[in-house]
């Protein structure tokens, strides 16, 4: 009667830990369970074409992950989200993208003064398969900008800084 009762444990422990999720510390996860892409959306307020220590996040910016057959450039996947009051955004990407070239891209921002996509920080590229040796669904896109309307005061000595000098 023992082992009948010892059998039955041993059976409800590897039922248990075969019911634990495929993220815990480490694991890896399921192939084709999905990603989360991460990002930010910051505003260029000196017109550099690049982040400067002037740059302002955005919040509410519209963005997409978007994956289109390698082959063909069909837009095979398209996943939406925003960015939060810091100007992040995480975007939940369903299956798995190998034969795929994957993107974040700027949709809109709701700040009429910088609202033009910066060229160049419109779109980055994001690699989302489980078959390049990362254990992580999680995904880090580079930052996407847009353009202000105009250049704020101050920016000339922003700019100071990464200006070169010839000899």
Known sequence: MASAAVRFLLVVAMCGVVALPSRVAGARPVSGAGFIVEGGVFC????????????????????QVECRD????VVKYVADGSSDDQGKYRIYVAGEHENDICESVLVSSPDRWCSSPLAGRERARVVLT???GVV??????????????????GCAEVMKAYQEYDD
């Open 44 to 63: 260029d307020t000196c017109q550099a074409g690049f982040e400067t220590p002037a740059s302002t996040n955005i919040a509410g910016a519209k963005v």
């Open 136 to 153: 992580s669904d999680k995904r880090v896109a580079n930052n996407l900008g847009f353009r202000s309307n105009s250049a704020l005061a």
């Open 130 to 132: 489980h078959h390049n």
């Open 70 to 73: 390698r082959e063909s450039g």
